[in-house]
């Protein structure tokens, strides 16, 4: 297997190492961290070159068979060398020669488990309990399908205690760092004396071996982390557990592309107990694995708290309410009777960076390809349409062909300007603005949060960062401006990831006894998400997109990878993929699509371009994958820089 790159060391006589040991070995000219994962008989190393093992590692515990099951399961789905793979997984100071921090190495105190639940659960709840806790010792994948606020977090406490109360552990993988402050006060709060180890890439070195550390030995009960979380051994483990399952940041982008949501899973597998995943928006592939009986599903579908109903969801027409500086008539109203009852406002920008699509601003046109049902990709620089789909090109139109409108241009302008607006709008309002830019600072942004919360803001202007997980307890309206660049977005995935973010966004508005109002402005007004939001109605929001990807061919039906490469000269790229494809040879049962540059085809001096392809057999396209990543590994040129992006969900 040359996918598996294992290098071969003599195991001195008197040394013991066994599968699963951290082992020092000459690597060139240093000494590097190794992990031992065969015993061979014999290599086919010349025996005179064959280096000697320079010492086995016994400050941390040996990597548990079941971890390295995982890693090869990992290291073969996403066609990466095992032992990058397994080093990728190590905290940075585990993969280093150097000695550990001795407080990681400390035994813990005796672990009180005792559970303090937080509320009386509800009838719903207690069921959701039951189903899950009936599970416990077997593997079973739960779709937890509840709307925001009925409760999810409370039922994955009352499922940790009955793992932890069998002598297990758990793991709680959740999606942002920003997040873990308030969810981790409340497991704190509901375990007051367990040991929960935090899990995250911000963490400092020796905390984050600390926590690893715990994990690996079983004296931590709880795991709470991001995406790297499932790459711990935890030798106990009763329960996983992934919250936000649909949101995009379990996808790892650089290295090891892997899907946490999807390695949860297969651990669970592994250690044979249930995994539950929760959402109020599960992403269509867990939602399809539902309908295809792999997963069940568990639906709260009211809020939790007592007289807490869901907000009343509004759709104004662009069309016939025109909004010059970005807030229509009814908009502005719904936010001025706000100001006046002492009440805050949340004015949402969906801020992720779409590819541009030419658009008719008089009548709703875009520009499409004639090739397939994508839209086409305006690249301003060379003044063209690219399919990112399939390759086509065009000339960017003169005027509208529908109704020859030529004030054409891009779809996604910046609304960055919607602060000054609304300061010059409601004179002596408190407008607080909250986004990437606004927050770099951890700290930054918790103090922004804290201050909203208080009371000290009237409207709050804010991205995707603050759609999740927050309690404002004063916010009775959302206002979303421009939801629209997402609907015209060549991206398939962009109508579920809108869909996701607004119901998100929408749970804000009024937790407490107020009953909020969402107000969604758009100029397609009869597009079926809007109905769908309206109604509160994910199921048949998910069962109309999954009709039109099946019909288009796109996932959860097809399975799709994309080899990715990038050279200092865009030919020398699009050579490379050519050549590696052609390679490799056609295979009936994939799909391969010509390369095509990225977006923003030149980034850092390297010019970007990739190839899709697909197939209605994960089997026929990990052979496939198989058989291009060996080809690659062996023939890679120099100059050029490649990957493969297994499931991708991004693809600019
Ligand atoms: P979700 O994770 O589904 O968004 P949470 O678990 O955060 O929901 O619960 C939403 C709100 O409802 C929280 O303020 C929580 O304290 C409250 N809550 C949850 N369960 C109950 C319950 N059984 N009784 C009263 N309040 C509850
Ligand atoms: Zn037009
Ligand atoms: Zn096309």
Request: proline share 7%; aromatic share 6%.
């Amino acid at each position: 297997m040359p996918l598996a790159k294992l290098f071969d060391y003599r195991l001195p006589d008197g040394m013991q190492a066994a599968i699963g040991d951290r082992v020092a070995v000459p690597f060139g000219a240093r000494a590097r961290i190794g992990i031992v994962v065969e015993h061979p008989e014999a290599s086919d190393v010349d025996p005179a070159r064959l280096k000697d093992i320079i010492a086995v590692r016994d400050d941390a515990p040996a990597l548990p068979p079941q971890w390295l099951e995982l890693m090869r399961f990992l290291s073969a789905y996403y066609h990466r060398p095992l032992g990058e793979t397994m080093l990728a997984a190590l905290p940075p100071r585990l993969r280093s020669t150097k000695a550990l921090p001795r407080k990681a190495t400390q035994q813990p105190a005796e672990a009180d488990l005792r559970f303090a639940p937080p509320h009386e659960p509800t009838l719903r709840q207690t069921e959701a309990v039951a189903a899950i806790t009936a599970r416990l010792g077997s593997f079973a994948a739960f779709l937890l399908h509840g709307v925001t606020g009925s409760g999810k977090t409370e039922v994955y406490l009352q499922a940790i205690d009955a793992a932890l109360q069998r002598g297990g552990q758990a793991m709680v993988l959740v999606p942002e760092i920003s997040l873990t402050p308030q969810l981790e006060a409340r497991f704190r709060k509901a375990y007051p004396g367990a040991p929960i180890a935090l899990m995250h890439s911000a963490l400092e070195d020796v905390p984050r071996t600390t926590a690893w550390l715990g994990a690996a030995r079983g004296d931590t009960a709880i795991v709470l982390g991001t995406r790297l979380a499932v790459l711990a051994p935890l030798p106990r483990l009763a329960l996983v557990v992934v919250d936000e399952e649909h949101d995009a940041s379990f996808k790892q982008q650089e290295g090891l592309r892997y899907s946490a949501r999807d390695a949860a899973v297969y651990r669970a597998k592994l250690a044979n107990c249930p995994v539950v995943l929760g959402s109020a928006t599960p992403s269509l592939e867990t939602w399809q694995n539902w309908h295809a009986g792999r997963y069940e599903r568990i639906e709260l579908a009211e809020r939790a708290a007592p007289g807490a109903e869901l907000p009343v969801v509004r759709v104004v027409d662009l069309r016939a309410q025109p909004a010059p500086d970005g807030l229509s008539a009814p908009l502005a109203q719904a936010i001025q009777a706000r100001l006046e009852r002492g009440e805050q406002s949340l004015l949402f920008l969906n801020r992720r960076g779409y590819a541009p699509v030419l658009a008719c601003e008089a009548c709703g046109w875009a520009a499409g390809c004639e090739r397939c049902t994508a839209r086409m990709v305006l690249h301003a620089a060379d003044r063209r349409l690219r399919c990112h789909h399939c390759g086509a090109e065009a000339r960017i139109p003169r005027a509208c062909p529908t109704c020859g409108n030529v004030d054409l241009r891009p779809m996604g302008r910046g609304t960055q300007r919607i602060e000054e607006i609304l300061s010059a709008r409601f004179p002596g309002a408190r407008v607080v603005r909250v986004d990437r830019d606004s927050a770099r600072k951890r700290a930054d942004l918790a103090r922004t949060l804290e201050a909203v919360r208080q009371g000290e803001a009237d409207l709050l202007v804010g991205t995707q960062l603050l759609a999740k997980g927050h309690d404002f307890p004063g916010l009775t309206l959302v206002g979303v401006l421009n939801a629209d660049t997402a609907l015209l977005s060549t991206d398939y995935r962009a109508p579920e990831r809108l869909f996701a973010v607004l119901a998100q966004v929408a749970g804000r508005a009024g937790r407490r006894d107020t009953r909020g109002e969402v107000i969604v402005q758009t100029r397609y007004p009869g597009h079926s998400l809007f109905s769908a939001l309206v109604r509160h109605d994910f199921s048949g929001f998910a069962e109309a997109q999954l009709e039109e990807r099946r019909a288009a061919g796109f996932p959860p039906f097809i399975f799709e990878a994309a080899l990715r490469a990038e050279a200092t000269r865009l030919e020398q790229t699009l050579d490379f993929l050519r050549e590696a494809t052609a390679a490799v040879g056609a295979d009936p049962e994939v799909r391969v699509f010509d390369p095509v540059a990225h977006i923003i085809t030149r980034r850092a001096g390297y010019e970007r371009a990739q190839v899709l392809m697909q197939s209605r057999s994960r089997a026929a396209l990990q052979a496939y994958l198989a058989t291009l990543s060996a080809h690659l590994f062996d023939t890679a040129p120099r100059g050029v820089r490649w990957h493969l992006d297994v499931d991708p969900i991004e693809f600019d």
